[in-house]
């Protein structure tokens, strides 16, 4: 690592601010395609570790103040990011929808808070789809990795560094303060050059080239050796081809289901399928937790990775990355144990290779050691800290480096712990796409089950609904049954007991194919009985036809669909006639 001292010097003090080691600041950061949009300066969002609202607002306040309006400052109780975070940044950052304008595609790496279905869905409602970088890909394929972050990192620290410096002059230990954080970003990131360039990008890494293959030379770097390796102009011509016929078919239209039945996701390979909160960081250390800084022996500091595990690709020659993505068979996945070691391996340390009593004692104790970390970091892992879960891979990472990394002396030694290195992997990786394929089927089976119990709730609904139109029918042929004559009209005041009783026969048979609540139906009795009275007061002889046009009107208003069309009836009826009328609810 370096430092402030002088080149040469004897002895290097160290010194660390014991705040900042408990501090920490993530940064969200967009690159696009359309030089356009990249001389209006993408978005960007600092995150600082905080509780409460009461130091976001003192930093957004500070924020505004740098007239950056494509800035934004939060805060978050770890200094990551989690769901809610996503769609507030996204809700701040991305363009409205307008009539005119263009669908985008929105490329996110495989972070398990952007893999959300809400995530989708606000996207979706802005004119965005969003595709995710299959995990461990994004070093190739993410323009954020390949042509800006690393450019960004250089110039923030070179301020960083300048600043450090002024205040060594001043005190002791200089520590920069979350003003000095947002200010250095905002003064870099408002660079238009650096956007632009970055632009170029999508082009090298093969996300925007023609789809006609003119633009296929563009491709460079990482992104060429697996354009290559893989085939992908041909299996791009398969993907326009499948597109073209789905369309011609009409089975394809533009709408959330059916895009997002075509952007397929990566399939899952066990290994970073995605990344966690924590994942990324080198050390997370909690209020008093032990020594916060440690340097290697060789004196080479190495950082966790961003896979969490503090794997460096520079430990790894290109032997070492021969077999890594194969599948252990059943014999390798029925002798694992869950301790991260495989027992048929550590007895086998030795046997069967041209090693030295003392050498197979020294592949032992290395096993051994690494053995016992990753047993810890289980136990750890089960009790849910993550603060010593990085710990402890820090660990784990250095005990590797010195059993057959670049700490171990002896290459048979080295060749002999990596090929058991390897088949633990290979056992790991098994029973994770084994447990993946349990979970895949217990998933089916559960989706089963709610399939079966939606198709049970459809066919009470349909029995339902059959019903209503049965008694619908029959109420209907029974008011056909009953004469206007017979519903009293013609009659003084629609006649007496026997035309009453008939027009409250309709009336029940009505009452039980509508939709009324429970207090509804306790104020029906009561209401057809005085509304029976008052509308035969009122219409004297013909109310037997009145009440027949009536409760035909009603019959045809449920049978369209309207359930609530009585509970309507009833209370516009009672306002308008039996409002005055004096009752006792009880």
Known sequence: MTTLALKGAPTVPLKEGHSATRSRWSACTVTTSSVEDAERIPGLELMFKAAGSQLQNKLAAFASRLNCPWLSVVTGPKGSYREEHVLAFLERHLLPWTDGRRWRVMLMDAYGPQMSDNVRRLCWSRGYIVIIHGGGATGVTQVNDTDCHQHLRRDYVALETQEMVNQSRLKSCPVPKPENCIEWMSTLWQDRKRHTDATRGFKYNGITNALDGSEDHLIVREAKEFWQSLTLPELRSRALHDVACEIAGNRLAWNFEHVYKVVADFPDRGILDQTLEFQDDELVLEDGAGPVWEQ??????????????????????????????DVGSAEDVDNYHGDGANPRASQSLGQGSDLSVEQ????????????????????????????????????IHDAEREAYGRRQSDPKVARVL????????????????????????ANNLRQLKRDATETMSQLKRAKAQLQCAQTILETNEAIKSFSVEMLGNGRARGGGGGFRKSRMEVMDRLSRIADLTPVEKNHFNWFKDQWDLHMAHEHNDTWGQKFAEIVQALLEKIRDGNQRALADFMFSEHQRCLAGVPVLRV
């Open 296 to 325: 290697s022996d060789d004196g080479d500091d190495v950082p966790l990775n961003e896979d969490g595990d503090g794997s460096s690709d520079g430990d790894k020659t290109d032997d070492d990355w021969h077999g890594e993505d």
């Open 360 to 395: 197979a004692d020294a592949a032992v104790a290395c096993a051994a050691k690494v053995d016992s970390l990753k047993r810890a970091l289980d136990i750890v892992r089960e009790a849910g800290n993550p603060a010593l879960e990085m710990t402890l891979a820090r660990a």
């Open 418 to 441: 990596h090929e058991r290195h390897l088949a633990d992997e290979r056992a790991v990786a098994a029973k994770r796409l084994a447990l993946n394929r349990q979970m895949q089927e």
